[in-house]
Every structure is written in C-alpha cells, then in structure tokens.
C-alpha cells in the first residue's frame, strides 16, 4: 500500500523549494519526525541545511525527532521563527479572545483592556513596530506571516506559563499578518497582576517566549532586496522551557 504525506510549508520554504506544500508519497504510513525530514531532505537536497533545522508540527504543536507521526496526520515544516468549535476555556468562562493572529491594525488599548480587572493594580503593553534603519540597512516594509492556528495555541501555551510562574498574572497577545509598514505596530503583549513587579518580569519572559516558539515569520522588505529573518537566539529548539534571562 503507498501512502500520501501531505506537508505545509511556510516562510522562506515556499520560496526556495517552489510550492507551499509538499505531497510525498511511501510505502509507510507512519515515522518519526526525523525519518519525515530525511525524507523530504531526499527529495530536496539542494535544501537540506534549512530543513535539518526545521521542526516539523503535527497537528498544531511541534514534534520532537522521535515522535511518531502517521500518513493521516495534520503536518507543516516550519524553519526557525522570527519570532470554529467553541473551546474549553470559553466553556470555563475564560477569554477565548485573548489570544489573535490578524491582519487588521491592532491597537494596543484594545489588547490592554483585555487583561485589566478589578483585583490587579498594574498593567503594561509591550508594542513591537516596524523600524526604518536596522544595522545600515533601510527596511521599506516588514511583511509577516503565520501558520495561524498553532501560532494561536502556542500563545495560549505563554499564557498558561505566565499564570503557572507568576500566580494570579493575565496575559493577552494580539500579532500582525501582511504587510506592516514603517512604525506601525506588528505585535502587542499585555500583562496585568496584582503589582508591577511581575508585569515587568511576566511581558519580557512573554516576548522571549513568543520569539522562540511562535510560528510567525517575517520579511524584511529592503530598497534593495528582501530576507526572511527567523529564530536569532542560538540554536533553534521550541520544544526547550525558555532559559533565565
């Protein structure tokens, strides 16, 4: 029996190999993540050096080299990051909108107001923007994309963090997609907790998070060409807890 491994690809994927997704077919219905990537580093070996340093995620979450995947499931090759059915948080009563990949303006009162609540006496917003200059170089434009819904669960992922290491912390994160021009806000992280101490501490451990796990990518568009820039912290591995900072 032959069987069909069908895999999404994104970010500078795309672009070097040609397609955005890659339908391989085998004789096995199920490897390991690492077999998968041999086998696409097979097909493609012009590519090998990025795919050896990709993960592959299998149904939303990312999968460690000797997991065991099946023909059936929902696979995406993902390089290094730059950085429907009612849920059971919103079955618990939790915000179910705490957590949002758009490609719409994002404002960062809106994502505050989300984490603002009686018992809590501070609160703060991380805003990321488009900066024009970036070492001699002059950025026309960023453009952002993102394997959306895992993009979504692993930002729940830092949330349900931040409240397990800082007792009592909420946490909301809004992320651009598209097009983000020169100064205009690509990401916003708010924190609220009974004191500002932890907001402090709890909104750099979120960014951190964010840049190591997240499945966003960005381009920087240049006035002379363009680069996907990923993960720029050592050796790439979301599935590792985030090292103190």
Sequence with gaps: MTYTWSIKLFAGLPERIGVSSLSLRSEEGQMTAMRLKEAVSAAY???GALIRVSFIACNHAYAADDKMLLATDELALLPPVSGGEESQAAADGERDDLYVVT??????DDVLAKVIVPEHGAAIAFVGTTREWTQGKRTVRLEYEAYAPMAVATMK???DE???RWQGALCAIS????????AETSVVIAVSSPHRDICYEASRYAIERL????????KEIWEDG?????HQLGPWDPTAPLAEF
Excluded: F, M, T, Y
């Design 175 to 182: 992320h651009r997609i598209g097009v983000v021009g020169l």
């Design 226 to 230: 363009s680069e996907w820039k990923g």
């Design 45 to 47: 070996p012009e590519h």
């Design 211 to 218: 840049k190591q796990i997240v499945p966003i990518w960005k």
């Design 157 to 159: 992922q830092i949330g």
């Design 103 to 108: 490609d719409e303006p994002i404002r960062s």
């Design 162 to 164: 931040i409240a397990a």
